[in-house]
């Protein structure tokens, strides 16, 4: 019995060592030949498949393989998003006041225009009826200025009258004492005398007529004064009425009470917050990474999930500037989903990453600076090179090989070009790498960057 263990474990370890040399062999093999090439005159080379010791072929190799489909390689990436009003506003007392009650609440819904919180107005009341006060003397002093120059102009134009007819009368004397003069019925004297009482006469008309003159402009400019006082008071009057108006704090639209900052008793000065308004109609708050804010332009579709339900909405905001190292997106929610203010939820949206062909990434393969892959071809292993275009879960799209082309997904180590293959346990057309549109669908907490040849 040891005799015959002891010749079995001989036995086993000449065949253990035969198997290493023929595994260091076809590892000096793969080293000396890059991938797809071979010694012209090797017998893999000359029958066109793998030859046993003695001349007889190796069976072909089972490998898994795929048929290539090409379309849009696409992640799904997903972040937090919070609902928020549309608009939210910090309404401010517009005048100084003491807050005599509080109509509305935190919590309330009130119309545009409601009053939700009452200043005391009693002295804005009297302020008002002082303005109207003011109007109505301002008016008095305009009528009495009215009527001082209807008096006055008659007055003048008759001293003007007067004046006038003094000096066709002075005139008429002059020409008699000069005609006797020039006769020698007068002295020279009586003369000077005429003359001068017609020049004294044609002075007197000149007086009345700048007086007449005078009266007609100071009236006007007098009562343009009176008027300019009656509009200032009425200004005054209408200022009142606002600031009463203002005491009723109202609000700017419609929606719910946030937050009610004052009690009763409490004395607020102008621009004060008073209370805090939030709309009624919701959107949704979220960031995402400055390399995924190109791909979401306004109106692009995403999903936002909250307590187990997925709501379809769309980005309504989407700049393009980052914030603390993410850029800020707004997608609008529709009236009709009632979500509370505040419910934190997950934003989906999905990226186009490259368009190519679309390939399992166990299927790429990498020789120093190339990438490349198997595919069959009439039951033969060959190699493609490939340019990897983008990348993402487990599939990839590349440039290189096309529609239709079967490509063996995680080859057996030491798979050389020619070599025959069988595909077994294959996939449909598009499975595994991303269904019929060669999209992916698996989340992401990154971004899938895309990559641009080179090696992987």
């Not at 275009?389 to 529609?403: P, W």
Request: hydrophobic fraction near 40%.
């Amino acid at each position: 019995m040891k005799r015959a263990w002891s010749a079995t474990r001989t036995l086993l370890s000449a065949i253990s060592l035969g198997a290493a040399l023929l595994v260091i062999g076809c590892g000096a093999k793969q080293a000396a030949d890059p991938p797809g090439q071979g010694s012209p005159n090797s017998p893999a080379q000359r029958s066109g498949g793998q030859q046993r010791p003695g001349g007889r072929a190796f069976a072909a190799i089972p490998v898994q393989a795929i048929a290539v489909t090409t379309g849009v390689l696409s992640s799904s990436n997903s972040t937090a998003g919070t609902v928020v009003p549309v608009t939210q506003s910090s309404v401010a007392s517009q005048v100084a006041g003491v807050v005599s009650r509080v109509v509305h609440n935190a919590g309330d819904w009130v119309k545009e225009g409601q009053t939700v919180v009452q200043l005391d107005d009693s002295q804005l009341q009297l302020a008002v009826q002082a303005a109207q006060a003011a109007v109505q003397n301002a008016k008095v002093a305009y009528d009495i200025g009215q009527y001082n120059v209807e008096q006055s102009d008659p007055k003048l134009q008759l001293q003007v009258q007067s004046a006038q007819s003094a000096l066709a009368s002075a005139q008429k004397n002059y020409d008699s004492q000069k005609a006797l003069y020039n006769i020698g019925g007068i002295s020279a004297s009586q003369l000077d005398t005429a003359s001068s009482q017609l020049q004294q006469a044609q002075a007197n008309l000149e007086a009345a007529k700048t007086a007449l003159d005078q009266n007609a402009k100071s009236s006007t400019q007098t009562l343009a004064q009176l008027k300019l006082a009656i509009d200032q008071s009425q200004v005054q009057v209408q200022i009142a009425q606002l600031n009463l108006q203002n005491a009723s704090i109202r609000a700017p639209f419609a929606g719910q009470i946030a937050e009610v900052q004052v009690n009763p008793g409490t004395y607020v000065s102008l621009n004060t917050a008073v209370f805090v308004l939030v709309s009624p109609d919701c959107e949704i708050d979220f960031n995402v990474p400055p390399t995924d804010a190109p791909t979401l332009a306004t109106g692009t579709p995403v999903t936002f999930s909250y307590q187990g339900k997925d709501y379809k909405v769309k980005v309504s905001q989407a700049p393009s500037a980052p914030i603390n190292g993410v850029v800020p997106m707004v997608a609008a929610l529709p009236r009709a989903l009632k979500l509370p203010y505040g419910g934190v939820g997950t934003v989906s949206y999905s990226l186009s990453l490259a368009q190519g062909a679309i390939v399992p990434i166990g299927a790429l393969q990498v020789n120093e600076d190339q990438n490349y892959v198997y595919a069959i071809a009439d039951g033969k292993a060959v190699v493609k090179t490939v340019t990897i275009l983008a990348e993402s879960g487990t599939s990839a799209a590349v440039a290189g090989v096309n529609a239709g082309d079967m490509v063996i997904v995680n080859p057996p180590a030491g798979l050389l070009a020619g070599s025959t293959v069988q595909a077994v346990g294959g996939t449909g057309a598009g499975q595994g790498a991303g269904g019929a549109q060669g999209t992916v669908g698996s989340q992401q907490t990154g971004t899938p960057r895309p990559v641009q040849g080179g090696s992987r």
